[in-house]
T-cell receptor
Framework: GAVVSQHPSRVICKSGTSVKIECRSL??????MFWYRQFPKQSLMLMAT?????????EQGVEKDKFLINHASLTLSTLTVTSAHPEDSSFYIC???????????FGQGTRLTVV | KNQVEQSPQSLIILEGKNCTLQ??????????LRWYKQDTGRGPVSLTI?????NTKSNGRYTATLDADTKQSSLHITASQLSDSASYIC???????????FGKGTRLSVIA
């Protein structure tokens, strides 16, 4: 199956700093990628939909200025958590859609801890 | 509103026993339904995908069913193993350019 690589898998940062998470589709082109956040013992919550070459669409309650999404190519989308705070500590996962909208593949996830 | 509801929320079973997880959805239109296994701290891994016309699909010890008329799906795990302990998430893919709809998952614990 198609492979989605997410990096880093774990990151610890100081409060107030920014963290960038990368999501790459290794063997297919993904015109659309989704970014999710998962708090402990909760389900995946959609944060934003990222379309190549255009601005991301954010879900209600997600601050677009805090969670910067860039989808500059068909194989790479990045999520930058700016001025991170301890409450941003969570598990972030990307998902890439293969054209045709029937297949979705997930990255391995990134565990962000803000101290 | 598109929703996916899973039951039970959590489940504890003895190693070797069978179990069935339920998923009800109100998503429309419907393209397909997936069951994912998510180990703690890991990304979800797809177990099965069911399209509208499929009723049953097996993947090893996992068997998924789909009733598109009642909008219900189930995941049956046979002869459970300790490594089956994980969250099982039901995900429905609506047709068109819309995001996936996730259930909250069932947390399964298999004990010796």
């Amino acid at each position: 199956g198609a492979v989605v690589s997410q990096h880093p898998s774990r990151v610890i940062c100081k409060s107030g700093t920014s963290v960038k998470i990368e999501c790459r589709s290794l063997d297919f082109q993904a015109t659309t990628m989704f970014w999710y956040r998962q708090f402990p013992k909760q389900s995946l919550m959609l944060m934003a939909t990222s379309n190549e070459g255009s601005k991301a669409t954010y879900e209600q309650g997600v601050e677009k200025d805090k969670f910067l999404i860039n989808h500059a190519s068909l194989t790479l989308s990045t999520l930058t958590v700016t001025s991170a705070h301890p409450e941003d500590s969570s598990f972030y996962i990307c998902s890439a859609l293969v054209s045709g909208w029937t297949e979705a593949f997930f990255g391995q996830g990134t565990r962000l801890t803000v101290v | 509103k598109n929703q996916v509801e899973q039951s039970p929320q959590s489940l504890i079973i003895l190693e070797g026993k069978n179990c069935t997880l339920q998923c009800n959805y109100t998503v429309s239109p419907f393209s397909n339904l997936r069951w994912y296994k998510q180990d703690t701290g890991r990304g979800p891994v797809s177990l099965t995908i069911m399209t509208f016309s499929e009723n049953t699909k097996s993947n090893g010890r996992y068997t998924a069913t789909l009733d598109a008329d009642t909008k219900q799906s189930s995941l049956h795990i046979t002869a459970s193993q300790l490594s089956d302990s994980a969250s099982y998430i039901c995900v429905v893919n609506p047709s068109g350019n819309t995001p996936l709809v996730f259930g909250k998952g069932t947390r399964l614990s298999v004990i010796a």
